[in-house]
């Protein structure tokens, strides 16, 4: 990343981050092995979590709950090459259903694995909100992931489509994703994320879910409380499968831990949701949180500073490689963040450093499947300068 996007006059040599103490936390999240986490957080939240009437239902159910009751409020806002977009969420709970109605109408039945791509965008929460409605396993990446590596998890978890943005900027992947499909023989179908898509892709882009004449089928109501997975896999292809219910516990607990004050305070995310843990930190904190989910791909310095005076104070969402550079930059005590929340591993060595008068940092990572989130640094944000 670079570093001049974050530099300001306020930016000073940070002295080094004071590391929280952490509790630790038997939560199984994954299937086929127990899993321990460091999580930092006080075990009243783990309880709260895990019997919150919120974690019996699904995250479509949380969608379409959201919609009805404020169907006209912003529920994501897209920075990117095409300027700012909006999305209520009604027309979030429109998009969904019609993805849905789309995979049913192509013959993908209940308890099929749709491998999606995620780019950081909010189609991506739709996709994913409209798998689950059709009553499929959502199968996880970030976008523009190894071709090897999806066509291994396509074999692996037996995907029966894969669906992910066909172009990136001026990038046609199109092709990519045909010899995929030649390497994985149980896929059935090719979807794009993106407009327009090329010949033997399915248009998943809103604009083209929306235009069909297709009936949006409405989920049947006792799917919301059977606890349905999501997968996800790792750069090697390997998947890992959790149930809906653990992501949603800790997403009440992040939640928790980020607010202080805050309140519905906008969610900036600059990492994909094509992870459990970009999942977690962004689309299912703010739709548990009640606030704005903002999405910047690709990044820019001046937009990025631009939104945080025009929306902040904000909660961060960022890769873990970015931290350093926050910490650099004066952005993490300047009262523009409310707290960071960092997405992946933080690699041995990294220098992680923060100001002692720093906003919250916490790390989530889920390697392996296994979503850990730790308190980095611990401390009440600080007022927000003028």
Do not use: Y
């Not at 998943?204 to 006792?222: D, K, N």
């Amino acid at each position: 990343m670079d570093r001049a996007w974050l530099g300001s006059e306020t930016a000073r040599p940070p002295p080094a981050l004071r590391h929280a103490h952490l509790q630790r936390d038997s939560r199984h999240m994954v299937e086929g092995g127990p899993v321990t986490q460091d999580t930092g957080l006080p075990a009243k939240s783990h309880d709260l979590a895990r019997t919150h009437p919120l974690t019996m239902f699904g995250i479509d159910a949380l969608v379409f709950g959201s919609a009805r009751l404020r169907p006209e409020k912003t529920a994501l806002c897209d920075h990117g090459e095409n300027g700012e977009e909006t999305m209520a969420f009604s027309d979030l709970e429109k998009t969904a259903r019609a993805f849905a109605a789309r995979l049913g109408a192509f013959g993908l039945a209940p308890g099929a694995r749709i491998l999606l791509c995620c780019p950081a965008h909010g189609h991506s929460l739709a996709a994913i909100t409209g798998i689950v409605a059709a009553g499929c396993e959502p199968v996880l990446a970030p976008a523009l992931f190894s071709p090897n590596a999806l066509a291994k998890a396509a074999r692996t978890v037996a995907a029966e489509a894969l669906i992910a943005p066909a172009q990136t900027g001026e990038h046609h992947i199109s092709e990519i994703l045909l010899n995929i499909a030649a390497r994985a023989p149980g896929l059935r179908l090719l979807g794009s994320l993106s407009p327009e898509p090329a010949e033997g892709l399915v248009d998943f882009s809103p604009a083209g879910l929306l235009a069909a004449a297709v009936r949006p089928a409405s989920p049947a109501p006792e799917r919301w409380t059977l606890g349905d997975r999501l997968g996800s896999i790792d750069r090697d292809g390997a998947a890992a499968f959790v149930k809906q219910s653990a992501l949603l516990g800790h997403g009440f607990d992040l939640v928790r831990e980020t607010r202080h004050g805050g309140g519905a305070a906008p969610i900036v995310s600059l990492a994909s949701p094509g992870t459990f843990a970009g999942l977690v930190a962004g689309p299912l904190a703010a739709l548990l949180s009640g606030a704005e989910l903002h999405f910047m791909a690709p990044f820019g310095a001046g937009a990025f500073l631009s939104l945080l005076r025009r929306v902040g104070p904000v909660r961060l969402v960022a890769p873990a490689a970015a931290l350093p550079d926050l910490a650099q930059s004066g952005l993490l005590q300047n009262g523009a963040l409310l707290s960071c929340a960092v997405v992946g591993s933080l690699e041995e060595g990294m220098p992680v450093q923060a100001p002692e008068d720093s906003c919250p940092i916490l790390a989530i990572s889920d390697a392996g499947g296994a979503l850990t989130i730790s308190a980095l640094f611990e401390a009440e944000p600080a007022e927000r300068v003028a």
